[in-house]
């Protein structure tokens, strides 16, 4: 027989397990950035502008295709027009033309010789590489941006893990210390003492703890994620330190600064560009152009009713139009001078633009050299501590040291492994900022 209570028991704890696994979504560094750029509205909206502009330069080149129009016209003359002709009998008056009139057909032009037009096409072609590089600068920036808050919330994490860790060695003592005072073996003041030095612990893991809450919904933010996904990041910041002395034994870190990938100078480079071909554009604004055209009209003309006693007769011609631009008040002199200093501006920009650039990267190595031995040094300032900790600990379980001398070997080890985490930190973030400077990262070519 069906039993519906166990079905449905089933039921909830398969429910239950699925939320619990979905709660519990571990992503990499790797994994938070690939969804970014393909989740970021951001980037799906630089995508897009880029399609917009294609569309854009496929209208300018519609403007070389002929143009044909149906054209009709309908002409009511409520007075017709009246010649005069000298006769010997004396000036006669005749009136000419029709109550209605009636003219309908086809139209058609085409731009033959039009340099201005066929200038305008390289600047929509030129537009779409300045979208491309422009959705390249977004993705380069969300990259760096991803790649430091995933590095903030493991910090977070590893500092929280740490001062967890003191908390509960602070908490183990201050059990002791209250058995101790039961037991008559240890003063009021020791037991207090202990208390306070958990107590002081925990606004720190509250503010790891909210900081760790702030930094993921950064992350959801910048991937494009639902803000109710929860997810824990599967890497910690010691993973990386093998991965960066890898790098620099390699001497593959900051190996090409030449900049030449920099999104910032492809970006002036390109403006300079389309400043240039705008200036192309206003040079051929002096030479003439030629257009053809052609139409087939069918006519009629009737008095009384405009509708009864059509009677149609067709037309057609072919022309071509020759224009010479003679003088139109210095507009197209002055034009060609804006662009010309207008160019000569971007030359300016970009030699500021380079060195300032230069000094990023100078200063971007040099933090990461310092970070690196700051590395070297608090991995032996953590060893010290670690140490000195281990040898406090015997020499309080004998009596030799007091619980003060104990709580600051603890303290030091806390802050040393700190101090560890936050190098490793800023060492990474060091990196990621040259890497977006120099264009370099391998998630985005």
């Known amino acids: 027989m069906f039993n519906k209570k166990l079905f449905y028991i089933i039921l909830l704890v398969l429910v239950g397990g ?8 571990s992503l990499s560094l790797d994994e938070c950035v690939r969804i970014a750029l393909n989740e970021n509205p951001t980037i799906k909206v630089k995508e897009m502008e880029i399609t917009r502009v294609d569309y854009s330069r496929k209208e300018v080149l519609g403007q070389l295709l002929p143009t044909v129009n149906l054209a009709g016209q309908y002409t009511r003359n409520l007075s017709l027009q009246t010649m005069y002709m000298d ?29 201005q037009l066929w200038k305008s096409i390289k600047l929509s072609e030129n537009q779409i590489l300045q979208n491309v590089e422009a959705a390249r600068a977004n993705k380069l920036s969300l990259v760096n941006q991803v790649e430091k808050a995933y590095y903030a ?4 994490k590893d500092s929280k893990r740490v001062i967890e860790e003191n908390h509960a060695t602070a908490k183990l ?29 925990e606004p720190a893991i509250l503010e790891a703890e909210n900081s760790i809450t702030a930094l993921k919904l950064q992350l959801k933010l910048l991937m494009g994620m639902d803000v109710r996904q929860d997810f824990e990041p599967s890497q910690q910041l010691d993973e990386f330190k093998g991965e960066m002395y890898a790098r620099v034994m390699s001497n593959t870190l900051g190996a090409d600064t030449t900049l030449a990938n920099n999104t910032s100078l492809k970006s002036l480079d390109l403006q300079t560009d389309y400043l240039k071909k705008v200036l192309d554009v206003q040079k051929m604004a002096w ?27 067709r037309a057609s011609n072919v022309g071509l139009t020759l224009a010479f631009p003679i003088f139109q008040g210095g507009q197209r002199y002055y034009k ?52 000195a900790n281990d040898i406090m600990q015997q020499s309080f379980k004998i009596g030799a040291a007091t619980f003060i001398q104990l709580r600051d070997t603890e303290d ?34």
């Open 336 to 387: 060609q001078k804006q662009a010309e200093i207008a160019v000569d501006e971007m030359k300016w920009q970009r030699e500021n633009l380079e060195r300032s650039l230069h000094v990023q990267v100078a200063t971007q190595n040099d933090v990461i050299a310092k970070n690196l031995k700051q590395i070297e040094s608090n991995e032996g300032g953590v060893k010290m501590a670690e140490k």
């Open 287 to 313: 030479y003439p152009t030629l257009t053809g055209s052609a139409s087939m009209m069918w006519h009629s003309m009737n008095n009384g009713s405009p509708f009864s006693g059509l009677r149609w007769s």
């Open 412 to 445: 030091a080890l806390m802050a040393a492994r700190l101090a560890y985490y936050q190098a490793i930190y800023n060492y990474l973030v060091a990196e990621s900022d040259l890497e977006h400077v120099l264009g370099n990262t391998h998630y985005v070519r």
């Open 173 to 201: 003592n201050a059990d002791i210390f209250q058995k101790k005072f039961e037991l008559g073996a240890a003063s009021e003041y020791d037991v207090l003492r202990a208390n306070v030095a958990v107590t002081n612990l």
């Open 87 to 115: 006769t010997p009998n004396g000036t006669m008056a005749i009136k000419m033309g029709s109550d209605n009139t009636h003219a309908g057909g086809f139209q058609a032009q085409i731009p033959l010789v039009v340099p």
């Open 153 to 156: 919330l493991m910090l977070a």
């Open 18 to 25: 699925a939320m619990s696994a979905h709660a519990q979504l």
